[in-house]
């Protein structure tokens, strides 16, 4: 028999894992609902047309595809072969595959908008918490299944609402306790990049190679600009481009030197201009390394990484001005971001920044010493539960020992003992766990105990 084991870059969550999550997710969940963001769920899977020449073509090769079922048929094995040596080689055949797990929330979002658009209420905000699949190369912080969290807005052009985001990351991030730098760019200051470069039709090129400029440095960036077909003058633009440094004030300066000339450039500025000016937060800072490689982003755009700790962007998002267009209902703006929980888990972690509530499932362990007092103490223990308390009763009856160790392990604060003498005196000893400290109170008071209260050192007789 095999040994049992996961699909590389996929794990398991155990209860304890399970409770820091939920408290990221919760975290992020009130503030999406404070600003007045609605909850959606899209199915994991999506038509592959839906999903393929979206996320431009270091996305497309990342996308998780479906093998079609009902391949049963003994005299379609020779046919279906073949159609598997052309998705072998990187071609998509509908009698092998139609299907693919969503790469992320935002094409399975657009898609809703454009199917339902009749019957929503714009502009329409929504946030979306669901697991996404990537066909990538696992490593520390990237992994091939993840959780994210979206919020977005369609229906309005206000650049308001783009300072809303901006305002959003930086309350999350700030309930979470992690120190973030927010960076923003805008893509119209790019396609003017592509513009001064005289090469609009390289913007895709261009965005990709720059998008890269943290994981492989200035010098393959460069290099890979001139294996996509970028002349000497043209890259030392860009290479211009990606040097500008200083305050947002001094950036947005050398910015306006650069391409300030440029229509779409000086759009772009302005509107960066007014989300910095407008959003509270001082941790937003213009990057106009920032490119966010996905084609569907036309204004501003944003990307969240954590001070402190190595390790990638930990958010992301922008404007998108017509990606309902992409499924036939155009002229419907929008802009959204994204939290990655995964690495968001992980850096609360390494900074160890998860409070020591969270930690705690069940309060109250109930022994369980014979039938007759285990019977008063599931009666107990229900009555606990009604008033959401978490409780349990011991399995069995066993030794002290054994049950104590249970609670210990499972970090149970609290033990309520009932045993002979309680039995027939109609109390229970009670036991905080941390201290030793014990108490001992009439079983009819139990529901109404203030387990939090200063307690009386008492001994088990």
């Known amino acids: 028999m095999s040994k049992p084991g996961l699909p590389q870059g996929t794990r398991d969550f155990g209860a304890e894992v399970v409770r820091k999550r939920n408290y990221i997710f919760n975290t992020i969940k009130n503030v999406f609902e404070l600003y007045g963001f609605q909850p959606l769920e899209t199915p994991a899977m999506e038509n592959l047309e839906t999903l393929m020449g979206k996320y431009g073509e270091e996305g497309d090769k990342l996308i998780f595809k479906i093998l079609n079922n009902g391949l049963d048929n003994p005299s379609k094995h020779q046919k279906a072969k073949e159609d598997f040596e052309k998705v072998l080689e990187g071609k998509n055949v509908p009698g092998i595959t139609e299907r693919a797990l969503r790469y992320d929330l935002t094409i399975p979002f657009a898609r809703y908008v454009a199917m339902n658009h009749g019957q929503l209420t714009f502009p329409y905000k929504r946030y979306q918490m669901q697991p996404v699949w990537r066909a990538d190369r696992p490593q520390k912080g990237r992994y091939r299944e993840f ?19 901006a305002n959003i990351y930086a309350d999350v991030f700030k309930r979470l306790g992690i120190d973030v730098e927010i960076k923003i760019n805008n893509r119209k200051i790019l396609t003017a990049l592509a513009e001064a470069c005289g090469t609009i039709d390289k913007l895709t090129d261009i965005t990709v190679a720059i998008d890269k400029l943290d994981k492989i440095g200035i010098d393959k960036v460069k ?239």
């Open 147 to 165: 959780y994210q969290c979206d919020a977005d807005l369609v229906g309005s052009n206000s650049l308001l609402s783009d300072v809303e985001f």
């Open 223 to 461: 290099e890979e600009l001139s294996q996509r077909g970028l002349n000497g003058d043209q890259v030392s633009i860009i290479e211009k481009y990606l040097s500008i440094n200083g305050s947002n004030v001094e950036r947005l300066s050398q910015l306006k030197n650069l391409l300030g000339e440029n229509i779409t450039g000086k759009k772009g500025i302005e509107e960066l201009e007014f989300v910095l000016l407008a959003a509270r937060s001082s941790q937003l800072t213009a990057d106009f390394t920032l490119a966010r490689g996905l084609n569907y982003y036309t204004g501003i755009i944003f990307e969240v990484k954590a001070k402190n700790v190595s390790i990638g962007s930990i958010g992301g998002g922008g404007r998108y001005d017509d990606l309902t267009g992409l499924f036939g209902v155009p002229n419907i703006p929008g802009v959204g971001i994204s939290f990655g929980v995964d690495r968001i888990y992980d850096v609360m972690e390494e900074l160890k920044l998860f409070p020591e509530a969270i930690y705690t499932g069940t309060k109250v362990l109930f022994f369980n010493l014979g039938e007759a007092e285990s019977k008063i103490a599931f009666s107990l223990m229900q009555q606990l539960r009604e008033n959401n308390i978490s409780s349990e009763l011991f399995h069995e009856t066993a030794k002290f020992d054994k049950q104590f160790k249970y609670a210990d392990k499972k970090n149970i604060p609290f033990i309520v003992i009932i045993g002979d003498k309680e039995l027939r005196e109609r109390t229970c000893n009670i036991k905080k766990l941390a201290t030793g400290e014990q108490k001992i109170i009439k079983q009819d008071e139990l529901v109404e105990f203030d387990w939090e209260k200063n307690w009386i050192v008492k001994e088990i007789e």
